[in-house]
Every structure is written in C-alpha cells, then in structure tokens.
C-alpha cells in the first residue's frame, strides 16, 4: 500500500471545507488508492474550533477505508507539519465599509504567516493551491512569503472559472462538457478573466467556428462566466461552495495525476511566457505529467485577446504592488 499523503486544508469549517475535506478523504483528489492524513486549520476563535470539531465529527461518521489520520490546528505552524499538499480555503471576507485595500491588507497577514509557516515546516516539495481570494494575489504572497520553497509550486484557483466556461460552451453547442478540449482560462480570478474558446475542440471540430458568432463571446459568454460567482450569490444567497470545493478537487487531481495531454487552466508565478511578466500570479493554460504542470506554448494571441490579457493582468499588478511593502 502507498505511504500516506499530508494535505492541510485551511478554513476548514467553512462552507466550502464542508463541501471539500469529505472528497479528499474519499480519494477523489490524490487517487482511489491513495491513503491520506488531514490536517485541518480554523482561526483560534472558540467557535469556529467548536464548528471545526463537528465536521471531524462527520468525517469519522465516513469511515472513510483512505483516510489515515486527521487533525485540527489553530496555528499554520502545527498544521503545515511535513505535509504535501496545502488547500488554502480561509481568508478574510470583505466585511460592511471595509475597502479593497483593507481586504488585501487584511489578507496579506493571514498569506504573509501562512507562507512562513509553510517555509519552516511543511515539506520541501510542498505543493500549494489558494482557494481565498482575492486568490491570485494571496498566492503571490504566499509565495513570496516562502523563499526557500520552489516558486512554482504556489498556484491560484482558476479552475472555477475554467469549469463554470465548459459548462457554458456545452449548452451552447449542445455538446458534452466531457468533449470539449482546449479552454483557456487567462488572468486574474476576477470579474476582469479571460476566457478563451479560440483553440477549443469538440470532436475534431473547432468551437469557435461551430459558435461563429463573436457577439454572443463578447456581449454573452464573457460576461456570463465573469460574474457567475454573483449570479450564484444572488440565486442561493450564499457563494459558490460545492462547485468551487469540486475545482479545487480538480485542480490538485490533474497537478498530481497528470491530465494525459489535456489542457487545464491553473493561476501559477508566470515565467514570462506570453509577454506576462515574471512571477506574476496568473491564470494560463497547462497541460501536467509526472506531479509537474507545463504551459501551452506557441498560442497566437490577436488584438482582441491581447487587449483583455493586459486588462486582467493590470488589476493583478495593481494588487500585487499594493501588498508589495507588506512583504
Ligand atoms: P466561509 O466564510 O464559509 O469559510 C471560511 C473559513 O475560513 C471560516 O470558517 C473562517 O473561520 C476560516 N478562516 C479565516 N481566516 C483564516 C485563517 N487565517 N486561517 C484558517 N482559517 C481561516 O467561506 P467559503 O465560502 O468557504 O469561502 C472561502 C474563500 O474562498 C473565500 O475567500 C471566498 O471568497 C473564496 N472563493 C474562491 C473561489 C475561487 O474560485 N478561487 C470561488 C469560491 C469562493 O468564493
């Protein structure tokens, strides 16, 4: 049998550590046949350990045949021990009055700690995924926060926005979301992202051309997937969880097990590639093989993308230079 796996998830007692910590035991993230040990992160506040303390309840309820041990953790330093993996859920909401410098200032401590903590205790090959947004920019700061960590093993959640895309293309032709091939998530995982069918592929067939209609990308699609997060905001009154737990699920599932050639968008520190400035937390596409991701190169990018490729990456230099004196 395989050696267990460490995987710490932070906000674990939130809505969608509800949705995600019983995944990860079930093996739906690092493989069927791979055990693994939880190790679960909430603030010290006396409820959220209480809250957190019930959902180990449920997760023992499982019984779950992969899950090898479990933990709860209220500091980053106990609960990034030697581990392998690092789900990044929990971050600071925007509360009433509180600006957008507030909120990245509010999240540059928790990811400024957090990267510490990861750079003194959690494996050398660690592998993290931020889920909290704003995501990207928490990511950088994670990274940034863990010199002597590998720079590209910090990655931001675009896989949401990815997802939320097929879903779109498939009801739009008619297809499976299961065929499509070759989506293409850019930027910032923001209401500013890029999605881009331009490549895609069902069957053979380009998806642009089964579309041919560049109205409905600009006036329909684009802002369809941008504001999906409201959209699920308004109808459920609460924020995507589920959905974006089952991302998080996929994102970490492909970095780990491959993606057979595929292509699958993740956030990660750019190098350069496409004229996104190094080190820049941004949504590309990749393929993964071997534990290691890849970007898709030699992709032409036209004016039109090229134009909205540089507008979600001046948001994310914007935030990453407004935390810049925080690190
Ligand atoms: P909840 O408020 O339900 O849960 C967050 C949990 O994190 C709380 O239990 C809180 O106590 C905990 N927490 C806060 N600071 C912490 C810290 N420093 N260490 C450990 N735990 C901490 O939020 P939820 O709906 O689960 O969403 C979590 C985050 O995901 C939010 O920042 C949200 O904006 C972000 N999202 C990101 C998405 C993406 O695609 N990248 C999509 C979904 C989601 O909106």
Redesign the pocket.
């Known amino acids: 049998a395989k050696a267990p796996l460490r995987v710490a998830v ?9 949705s995600l910590l019983f995944r990860i035991a079930n093996g739906d993230m690092l493989g069927k046949d791979q055990p693994v040990i939880l190790q679960l ?3 010290p ?1 006396e409820k ?1 350990q209480k ?2 303390s019930g959902v180990m309840m449920e997760i023992d309820d499982c019984a779950f045949p992969l899950l090898a041990g479990m933990t709860a953790h ?1 500091d ?1 330093m106990t ?1 990034f021990k030697d581990i392998d993996y690092a789900v ?6 925007r509360g009433p009055g509180m600006e957008r410098k507030d909120l990245l200032s509010a ?1 540059a ?2 990811f400024t ?2 990267g510490k903590a990861l750079n003194a205790v959690a494996k050398r090959t660690v592998k993290t995924l ?6 990207n920019t ?1 990511a950088y700061i994670a990274m940034k926060s863990a010199p002597d960590l590998p720079a590209k093993n910090f990655t ?6 990815h997802n939320r895309a097929l879903s779109q293309l498939a009801a739009k032709t008619g297809k499976a979301v299961a065929d499509i091939e070759k989506l293409i998530v850019w930027g910032n ?1 923001s209401p500013t992202m890029y999605p881009d069918y331009r490549f895609a592929m069902i069957g053979g067939q380009s998806v642009k051309q089964m579309i041919n209609d560049e109205e409905w990308n600009k006036n329909t699609f684009l802002p369809t997937v941008g504001k999906r ?1 409201a959209a699920i905001i308004d109808a459920r009154g ?4 589920a ?3 089952n ?2 699920i996929d994102h970490i599932h492909d970095w780990h097990c491959g993606t057979n050639g595929k292509w699958v968008t993740m ?1 990660i520190p750019s190098d350069g590639s496409y004229d996104i400035p190094k080190d820049v937390m941004y949504g590309f596409p990749v393929t993964c093989e071997n534990g290691e991701y890849k970007i898709v190169q030699g992709l032409e990018v036209d004016a039109f993308s090229r134009e909205r490729m540089n507008f979600t990456l001046n948001e994310l230099t914007e935030e990453q230079e407004g935390v810049k004196h925080l690190l």
């Open positions: 932070t906000g674990a007692a939130g809505q969608i550590g509800y992160l909430e603030i506040d959220a809250a957190l209220s980053p609960a990044l859920v929990g971050a600071r909401p999240n401590q928790i700690a957090q931020v889920v909290g947004n704003p995501a928490n931001a959640m675009l896989r949401l926005d995982h997060g609460l924020s995507s969880a959905s974006a737990a991302a998080a956030g």
